[in-house]
């Protein structure tokens, strides 16, 4: 299924990690504070890194999910 960008969620959430996008920027979060902020240098990468980025978040958190 192929999603359209108001469609994709732009903020998810791992334990207390979570990961937001907004426009070109991805912003991880850790019990609210900001830990880092990664730019997406071509806009027509924009939601694969989002995802490259909250799949990592995910692993970090959740180790056991590694091999999802």
Do not use: H, W
């Not at 730019?39 to 995802?51: A, G, I, Q, S, Y």
């Amino acid at each position: 299924m192929n999603m359209t960008k108001k469609e994709k969620s732009t903020k998810e959430k791992y334990g207390t990690y979570e990961v937001r996008l907004k426009g070109t920027m991805i912003y991880i979060y850790n019990e609210g504070s900001l830990q880092k902020a990664i730019e997406v240098k071509d806009p027509n990468l924009t939601f694969e890194r989002f995802d490259e980025v909250c799949k990592m978040v995910e692993v970090k958190v959740f180790p056991q999910r590694k091999d999802c």
